[in-house]
């Protein structure tokens, strides 16, 4: 897959159906930075927020996303609002870059960072529904 950047446009779009019990599934299709910023947000918002219908939202990133501070500034918040709404944002397939903005910040526990879709169903409790499949682990 080539590298993601910046684009006008959405910055996440959805994979499939919603799962039962309310699951969201979406993917990341530029990079986390102070260009898409502003939209990240807003998308998050409508998902995490108050008005958010989904119980829990699939964020893959992949490693061909980058993550810069402000894209971490969106993650962090809307895993607040995600939690502070009964909510759960659990990020699959977390860039490198990522993982190590977290460690040298001490910020590991903010955020939860799972490894599949086979790993998120079992986080969330529920069983892999039908159709879940990652590009990269074929799980």
Request: contains cysteine; glycine residues 12%.
């Amino acid at each position: 897959m080539s590298s993601v950047s910046t684009f006008p446009g959405p910055v996440f779009v959805p994979i499939g159906r919603a799962a039962p019990g309310g699951v969201v599934r979406v993917r990341a299709m530029c990079s986390l930075d102070a260009y898409s910023e502003a939209a990240a947000r807003s998308e998050l918002l409508s998902l995490c927020g108050p008005e958010g219908s989904a119980r829990s939202i699939l964020l893959h990133l992949g490693p061909q996303v980058f993550v810069g501070l402000r894209g971490l500034d969106v993650l962090l918040q809307a895993a607040a609002w995600a939690r502070k709404g009964g909510r759960a944002l659990l990020i699959i397939e977390p860039p490198e870059c990522l993982t190590r903005l977290l460690d040298l910040l001490g910020m590991n526990d903010r955020l939860c960072l799972v490894s599949s879709t086979g790993q998120a169903a079992r986080v969330l409790g529920i069983n892999k529904p039908h159709g879940w499949v990652d590009e990269r682990h074929g799980d």
